[in-house]
Nanobody, 118 residues
Framework: QVQIVESGGGLVQPGGSLRLSCAASGIPFNIYGAGWYRQGPGKQRELVAGITSGGSTNYADSVKGRFTISRDNAKNMVWLQMNSLKPEDTAVYYC????????????WGQGTQVTVSS
């Protein structure tokens, strides 16, 4: 059974930091791509950051220089370090893991709420 479980969300003041964690099981995580997405109030889900199985990364322009995605294939974990948080970063953050070869093998976590507010 595939499980994608996020943790680490919460309430933080503008300028603060949070680190989101994602634990994957039931998939060969070491060959899967992974990413963090977010969906703010009244908005569509958008890609925040992605990382390939080999560690190559890409970021949304809005988070470049503030957020860092990383992974540990031995632990089946992905992290999103978020610094200099802004109110517009408020959203539900979702972890994704996907096969590079089979499009239907695309898995999501349940989401974790991040609220940036004073």
């Amino acid at each position: 059974q595939v499980q994608i479980v996020e943790s680490g969300g919460g309430l933080v003041q503008p300028g603060g930091s949070l680190r989101l964690s994602c634990a994957a099981s039931g998939i060969p995580f070491n060959i899967y791509g992974a990413g963090w997405y977010r969906q703010g109030p009244g908005k569509q889900r958008e890609l925040v950051a992605g990382i390939t199985s080999g560690g190559s990364t890409n970021y949304a322009d809005s988070v470049k220089g503030r957020f860092t995605i990383s992974r540990d294939n031995a632990k089946n974990m992905v992290w999103l370090q978020m610094n200099s948080l802004k109110p517009e970063d408020t959203a539900v953050y979702y972890c994704n893991a996907h096969s590079p070869l089979i499009a239907t093998r695309n898995y999501w976590g349940q989401g974790t709420q991040v609220t940036v507010s004073s």
